[in-house]
Nanobody, 118 residues
């Protein structure tokens, strides 16, 4: 059983920055994969960034060079540093944690709202 809580969302102007946090609690395996997804109004949830248990990162093309995903294993926390925000980044951002234990186990947080005004 794993619980994820996102924080750090808010309202900013285009060009500004936000840092999202995802705190994991419960029974957590060593070095799970973690990621960030987002869902804008009227759209499906989409992948934004992932970081593997070994620290390898991947990004959706539109956020490359602007967003940075990181993790603090001692704190069981993942982060998403979001720079040069654009109005099209507006969405609810969700944290994801996954690991393999016979089959894939997948956990989601409740989301945090990011709104970027022009």
């Amino acid at each position: 059983q794993v619980q994820l809580v996102e924080s750090g969302g808010g309202l900013v102007q285009a060009g500004e920055s936000l840092r999202l946090s995802c705190a994991a609690s419960g029974t957590i395996v060593s070095r799970p994969g973690m990621g960030w997804y987002r869902q804008a109004p009227g759209k499906q949830r989409e992948w934004v960034a992932t970081i593997s248990g070994g620290g390898v990162t991947n990004y959706e093309e539109s956020v490359k060079g602007r967003f940075t995903i990181s993790r603090d294993n001692a704190k069981n926390t993942a982060y998403l540093q979001m720079n040069s925000l654009k109005p099209e980044d507006t969405a609810v951002y969700y944290c994801n944690l996954q690991y393999y234990s016979g089959r894939w186990n997948n956990y989601w947080g409740q989301g945090t709202q990011v709104t970027v005004s022009s």
